[in-house]
């Protein structure tokens, strides 16, 4: 048993049985040393230890045992609580006081049976027994012979049964001498790393001679599991029990060692964290009497002054300063102090007062925006509208004014700017431009993806590892207050159980809220009004309203194909001759090569593919220079297919070839990546008024068509088709590109062209396209992105293009170019974009007259048909 749990054992029965330790201690040396103990006036003669030919009773009481295992020539401590325990102890102790000690197989079992015994135990007698007041009884027992169970006689009140002794193996050799010694050595050993050990008890277990003995009584005292402890008491053999015992020994030995290297090394390291402190106090003394300051003072100091430099505002200064004297009054070693000194150095390292000055000079900003940019005239409008409303703010700046009634809306400095468009048109860049224009500082920060709250107002100091969000991080970085600040994809942000940045970002850009900007770790107010604020965006659709609400939008359409062109001369040839280490008279690019790359290589709203192309025909003729094949290259159309291989798109044949056959028209749709052609598709099969949709279309989409079939059917008189063609055939109208999602109601018009055209037979004319939606009355209702879906429509090789007449004012933004080269056709009602887009239909050609009698013929087979039908429902 376990040598603590021994002397628990044994100091809570000396307390019980108030015994002085030196008559315990020489009862255990008695038991030690196989010494009969000295009998007393409470001694009976069943006391007495084991003598030799000693005899014991064929059949003894039997106590199970819960996780012990006593051994011969032992002293134990044991506890019984349970009834019949109680029973059995009472008249063993009233009689021979002997009894058989026999380990349970499940420590767990409270009650065991005899089949749930180890088959070998140890006869022992009882020394001391006393009854405490909680009902239990305590008893002092030891062990005097092996022993293996044989037939229960009994198991009520409490288990008896025949016991057969066992007698012990003693090998009188060399190696088990050795064994025995090596054993006693390696417990001196452990005795040493557990300092709760009595040392006279050490002593007197090590210096024993019989190996029997040694076993036992190291066995005893050692912490060993039930079942090693059972398999040592089961050996016959006292050479084989020292084997056994000494690798159990070895294992404990390694487990401490283990334990008490790791004790050292948690105490070297407080040790070293106490001399640490000891030492820069003793520094700290010496600097004192030199009248130095200590090393913490300096830090003070050095941020007493970068507060005072900062120029903060009130509320951020008293916060300063009630941080700076936390600071100076903890010690260097608190964890605390790392924490206020990081908050300090984000407190002064802001930007409170620095800023750059603007250059107002509206002829200069407008000579580096159309440097930078080409087209793009409506946002460089509105930023000199900025640079100028801000120049006269400045010049009548000491006029006097009349005081403002308004107490509560302060007057606003920044602006806050959106920019929606497809990619590729020059959004990000473009803010670059403002900012150099302007001559402020420029910072941007993608949004894309970012889902936590935090991400924008930070974290609270209490959190390890915290810090200030996205915002007041970039300001740090940039060290102005005033910069361009550029916040990247803002309609791609995401929410979850984090919390929502979009939320978070309705104070940055609310121009009455940002000049009092909260960030959770900075815990003060930080004045963000004089930012200039630019959001970037490809659709509307994703950005919650609220947000919405508080920039001013600008859209950026796509590219026209001579704007196009202007921007590959003046930027795209020219950066990718530089990337690529050409010099510009090794290549040079023709108009219709450009075209050609434009219109069957890059059919896009940005130019993004447009210079990635470039870029291609560049690396090809730079390998070929390389290679000394060639000096120089004009690009032409001819090279591109050896450059480019074959072209991406096609020209309008592949356009007129899709709408040769009737029940297949082209219509006009925005996307976030621009305007595109979508081609409606419808036909027919023998059934009978069914009707289905395909195409990965969204429910707004269905509900046009099923809007565009009810109109056709009810005007199918007026648009001279057969009213009988819905009862014969079902109608399955598609739109094709069905792994793209699409939706919206400005495919009505398409829509019920396709189904005119499928059911009378008409073609659509060619190079034409439309968009409207339509009401179930015919009217034809105004649609959005005009300006993208004509762009799509050029960009296509169409000519004609048929809107609504209430989108008629919506033409002016489309570039004069474009207006020049097409024809527009603006409608009203349903019936107008019919008779604008399909061809005429063909003369019916009359029956001669004898095709009446196949008439009437016909006419009496249908009349037999009903007679038989009505029969057989009879």
């Known amino acids: 048993m376990p040598a603590e749990r021994w002397q628990s054992g044994i100091n ?13 201690i ?33 059949v003894l009481p039997i106590l199970p045992l819960r996780g012990v295992v006593v051994y011969p020539n032992t002293a134990v401590p044991l506890t019984v609580g349970q009834a019949r325990s109680i029973k059995l102890v009472d008249d063993v102790v009233g009689g021979d006081k002997l009894v058989g000690l026999v380990a349970a197989l499940d420590p767990e079992q409270e009650t065991p049976g005899p ?9 022992a007698t009882v020394h001391r027994l006393l009854r405490a007041p909680d009902g239990t009884v305590r008893l002092l027992v030891q062990g005097m012979e092996r022993f293996r169970l044989g037939e229960f006689t009994a198991e009520e009140p409490y288990l008896k049964a025949h016991v057969h002794l066992i007698p012990e193996t003693v090998e009188d050799d060399i190696e088990t001498g050795a064994l025995a010694r090596n054993a006693r050595d390696q417990f001196q050993q452990i005795t040493q790393m557990i300092p709760s050990f009595p040392d006279e008890l050490a002593n007197s277990i090590t210096s024993l001679d019989d190996p029997l003995q040694t076993v036992y009584t190291i066995a005893n005292f050692q912490r060993i599991d039930l079942k090693d402890a059972q398999q040592i008491l089961e050996l016959d053999s006292v050479y084989e029990k020292l084997k056994k015992l000494i690798g159990l020994l070895v294992r404990e030995a390694e487990v401490l060692q283990i334990g008490q290297k790791i004790q050292n090394e948690a105490r070297g390291e407080i040790e070293k964290v106490q001399r640490e402190y000891f030492l820069r106090e003793q520094m700290k003394a010496i600097q004192r ?25 009130e509320e951020a200064y008293k916060q300063a300063k009630r941080e700076l004297d936390r600071l100076s009054r903890l010690p260097t070693a608190a964890a605390e102090y790392g924490v206020i000194r990081t908050y300090l150095d984000w407190l002064v390292s802001l930007p409170w007062s620095t800023s750059t000055k603007d250059n107002l000079d509206i002829s200069h900003a407008r000579e580096i925006l159309n440097k930078d940019h080409f087209g793009l005239e409506d946002v460089k409008d509105r930023i000199l509208e900025f640079l100028a409303i801000r120049k006269l703010r400045l010049d009548r700046k000491d006029e006097e004014k009349k005081p403002s009634d308004d107490l509560i809306r302060h007057e606003r400095e920044g602006v806050i700017l959106c920019f929606v468009g497809p990619p590729g048109v020059g959004k990000t860049s473009l803010g670059q431009s403002i900012a150099r224009a302007m001559e402020r500082k420029f910072i941007r920060s993608s949004l894309g993806g970012v889902r936590d709250e935090a991400e924008i107002r930070g974290h609270r100091r209490t959190y390890i590892g915290s810090m200030p969000g996205r915002i007041l991080q970039s300001l740090r970085r940039v060290d102005s207050k005033n910069p361009v600040f550029m916040l990247d994809e803002v309609d791609k942000l995401t929410y979850d159980f984090h919390g929502d940045p979009a939320s978070a970002l309705l104070e940055v850009l609310d121009p009455e809220q940002n000049g009092e900007f909260r960030d959770n770790y900075l815990e003060v107010a930080y004045d963000l009004s004089q930012v200039f604020f630019i959001t970037t965006a490809n659709t509307l659709e994703t950005i919650p309203r609220p947000l919405l609400d508080r920039m001013e939008l600008i859209f950026l359409s796509g590219y026209t194909e001579n704007e196009k062109l202007a921007i590959a001369r003046g930027y795209l040839i020219p950066r990718q001759i530089r990337e690529n280490s050409l010099h510009e008279a090794e290549i040079s690019f023709s108009d219709d090569a450009l075209k050609m790359i434009i219109r069957q290589y890059t059919r896009e709203a940005g130019v993004r593919n447009l210079e990635r192309k470039i870029g291609a025909v560049c690396r090809k003729v730079g390998t070929k220079i ?56 419808a036909t027919a099969m023998p059934g009978g008024r069914g009707f289905q949709m395909t195409g990965s279309i969204g429910n707004v989409m269905q509900e046009s068509a099923r809007a565009a079939l009810s109109y056709v059917r009810s005007r199918a008189a007026s648009l001279k088709i057969s009213a009988e063609f819905f009862n014969k055939f079902d109608i399955h109208m598609h739109i094709p590109s069905g792994a793209q999602p699409k939706d919206g109601p400005s495919a009505g018009v398409t829509m019920a062209t396709c189904l005119v055209s499928l059911i009378s037979g008409r073609k659509v004319k060619p190079q034409i396209g439309m968009t409207g939606e339509i009401t ?30 209430r989108n008629e004012q919506d033409i002016d933004d489309v570039p004069e170019e474009i207006r020049a080269s097409m024809k527009f056709i603006f409608a009203e009602s349903v019936e107008d974009v019919i008779n604008a887009a399909l061809e005429k239909a063909k003369p019916v050609k009359k029956l001669p007259k004898k095709s009446v009698k196949k008439k009437s013929i016909t006419t009496k087979a249908k009349k037999n048909e009903k007679v038989k039908s009505a029969a057989r429902r009879r």
Do not use: C
């Open 26 to 58: 020489k009862m255990i040396m008695s038991s030690v040393y196989s010494l009969p103990p000295k009998n007393d006036d409470s001694s009976t003669p069943g006391e007495e230890v084991k003598n030799e030919g000693q005899k014991f009773p064929s």
């Open 115 to 123: 089949n749930e015994l180890y088959q070998i135990g140890t006869i």
């Open 776 to 805: 179930l009355r015919g009217q034809v209702l105004a649609i959005g992105g005009v300006k993208e879906k004509v762009l799509a429509a050029h960009r296509n090789g169409l000519t004609t293009v048929i809107l609504p007449k």
């Open 626 to 681: 390389a290679e000394g094949k060639i000096e120089n290259s004009d690009i032409t159309p001819e090279l591109l297919d050896e450059y480019l291989d074959h072209p991406i798109f096609f020209g309008p044949e592949e356009l007129n070839k899709r709408i040769s056959i009737p029940g297949v028209v082209p219509g006009l749709a925005w996307t976030s990546f621009g305007g595109d052609i979508l081609f409606i598709e």
């Open 12 to 24: 809570e029965f000396l307390q019980s049985i108030g015994e002085t330790d030196n008559e315990l």
């Open 289 to 313: 009497e030199l009248g130095d300051k200590d090393e913490q003072s300096v830090e003070t100091e050095e941020f007493r002054k970068k507060i005072e430099d900062a120029k903060m505002p």
